[in-house]
Every structure is written in structure tokens, then in C-alpha cells.
């Protein structure tokens, strides 16, 4: 059984920071890209950060570009996203991604809510 699952959203004034993590129950979890994906009120799912397996090069929206930063701790199974200069713009619900050919698995995603 394959389990994603998100912690670490909450409500934050803006100009504050989150942390979030998503726990994998994947046993072959390094060799798998790993993403952050966000979902506003009214608005399509976006991406917001990837990281590779193969040399964990990162990708990043322009949207986020300098305030956010995914990282993957492959010995404990976990996926960050580190979000710095929270924007009320922000607010969404986010969701990690595991991506292997073929498979494609998500969790149910933690809200961020940032206050002006």
C-alpha cells in the first residue's frame, strides 16, 4: 500500500514561514520525483516545486522562486517544502506528488492560509 501524507499547514500572517513535510510509505522512495503541487479556492491545481532522484536537481515556479524551497530526506521517506515570505497569494491547499513510470500517487493535501 502507497501513502502520502501532508502536515505542517496552518494559518500564518504574511510575511511568515511553514514548514511541510509529507511522509511516504514507499519503499523504493528515492527513486522516485517528488513534487508540491497547490490548489486555491476557485483556481486549477499548479505546480509549485519539483525535485529529481537522479542528482535531486529542483524546479521551481516563478510564483515561489527565492521564498520557497523543496527538499528530500530519502532515509527517512520524507518530502519538505521550507516557505519563507508567505504572500496571502499563497493560500491553497498543498499537495505532494510521487512520480515513478507508471505510477503517479498523491496525498490529501494540508491547507496554508496566510492572513494580510
Do not use: H
Not at 508540491?36 to 479556492?41: E, I, V
Amino acid at each position: 500500500q502507497v501513502q502520502l501524507v501532508e502536515s505542517g499547514g496552518g494559518l500564518v500572517q504574511a510575511g511568515g514561514s511553514l514548514r511541510l513535510s509529507c511522509a511516504a510509505s514507499i519503499r523504493t522512495f528515492s527513486t522516485y520525483d517528488m513534487g508540491w503541487y497547490r490548489q486555491a479556492p476557485g483556481k486549477e491545481r499548479e505546480f509549485v516545486a519539483r525535485i529529481r532522484w537522479i542528482g535531486g536537481s529542483t524546479q521551481y515556479a516563478d510564483s515561489v522562486k527565492g521564498r520557497f524551497t523543496i527538499s528530500r530526506d530519502n532515509a527517512k521517506n520524507t518530502l519538505y517544502l521550507q516557505m519563507n515570505s508567505l504572500k496571502p497569494e499563497d493560500t491553497a491547499m498543498y499537495y505532494c506528488d510521487a512520480y515513478r513510470i507508471p505510477f503517479d500517487y498523491w496525498g490529501q493535501g494540508t491547507q496554508v492560509t496566510v492572513s494580510s
